[in-house]
């Protein structure tokens, strides 16, 4: 009686001892494992999950940078695109008429601001929206120099002018305009990097490059503003006949010609002084192809040192600086010596007089 519980017991104990080793059999250490500490199969772990984070981070890295190379050529595409765009755009407003200068709303001197605020590219982390942003930002930002440079500009019938901080003037290019009223189109004339800048205006004294986002304040504004309007016809070579001319002399030169000054276009900054002066033709000249009657001059002298150089000259069909304009060019020429005697050494005096 009392061996059947003594049996149960060992039947018990033996089931209990073959799933124990059941049990080992199924997690047979490893090699590695036998003799480590658990400090040292700790530290294992933390190095194989440590490996499969940066293997993630790496995939993530490559992600991202594959949406940065895409946006990169997205904005490549664009570019050539709108290049040809452009291209396209200054072909149909070359044909349009041209604007006479007292019906261009943007002649005179302005301020230039730079860029507006442009919002951050959508689809895209906030990071790489950020980078792509100041990546646009930047490129815009030189878009506005390359048109407007910075600080204050000057626009006039034959050409835009920069306005140093001490008066000093530096053409950056010729121009023509098209349009009016709310929307005036510059198409630079050679020597740019654009095709042509369309300016809307949000009222008289403030205008924005359309697509580009630079922004434009006329100095002064109000009366001010159209003064400085008046100011800038009455000055440049291309405004027409407002200018009141008193006859400095004549040459037999280029078949002969009278020789005239404005001399209510002299402005002086230290020793240079800008002055216009126009000749008036006897005979017929040819401008490619193009026959014009009468030149007008924009000329920097330098008082002290005896030299001139030329800002900007108009080409017209008329007498006087009359008619149509034949060609123009804005863009300074390098200084020249004046003569102790002559024509030039006339007008120098003329301009340097006190």
């Not at 790489?128 to 878009?143: D, N, R």
């Not at 800038?232 to 004549?250: E, F, K």
């Not at 300074?332 to 006339?346: C, L, N, Q, R, T």
């Amino acid at each position: 009686m009392k061996a059947a519980p003594f049996a149960r017991t060992i039947g018990v104990a033996g089931l209990a001892l073959a799933a124990l080793a059941v049990s080992a059999q199924s997690r047979p250490p490893t090699t590695e494992q036998l003799g480590k500490d658990p400090g040292a199969l700790r530290q294992e772990a933390e190095r194989q999950r440590a490996q499969e984070r940066a293997q993630q981070q790496q995939g993530s890295q490559q992600q991202a940078d594959q949406q940065w190379n895409d946006t990169l050529r997205q904005q490549q595409s664009r570019a050539a695109n709108d290049a040809a765009q452009g291209e396209a755009v200054r072909r149909s407003w070359a044909q349009r008429p041209p604007l006479a200068p007292e019906q261009n709303p943007l002649l005179g001197r302005w301020e230039s601001l730079g860029p507006g605020q442009r919002g951050n590219a959508a689809g895209l982390p906030p990071e790489l929206a950020k980078m792509a942003a100041e990546l646009i930002g930047g490129v815009t930002s030189g878009l506005c120099d390359s048109m407007l440079g910075r600080g204050p500009v000057e626009f006039r019938p034959a050409g835009v002018f920069a306005i140093g901080r001490d008066g000093r003037e530096r053409a950056m290019y010729r121009a023509e305009y098209r349009g009016g009223s709310s929307r005036v189109v510059v198409l630079p004339q050679g020597g740019t990097t654009f095709t042509h800048m369309i300016i809307d205006f949000d009222r008289k004294d403030r205008a924005t490059v359309a697509a580009v986002g630079c922004r434009l304040a006329r100095v002064g504004g109000g009366e001010a503003g159209a003064a400085m309007v008046k100011s800038s016809l009455s000055m440049d070579p291309g405004a027409g006949p407002a200018l009141q001319w008193n006859l400095l002399g004549t040459s037999v030169a280029n078949g002969g010609m009278d020789l005239y000054v404005a001399r209510s276009t002299i402005r002086r900054s230290g020793a240079s002084v800008h002055m216009t002066d126009l000749w008036d033709f006897k005979t017929p000249h040819q401008f490619e192809r193009r026959t014009f009657l009468s030149a007008r001059y924009e000329y920097e002298y330098d008082c002290a040192r005896s030299r001139r150089r030329m800002v900007s000259t108009t080409g017209f069909s008329g007498h006087m600086g009359q008619g149509t304009v034949v060609g123009s060019d804005a863009v300074a020429g390098p200084w020249e010596p004046v003569a102790s005697s002559g024509v030039f050494h006339d007008y120098w005096k003329v301009a340097c007089a006190r």
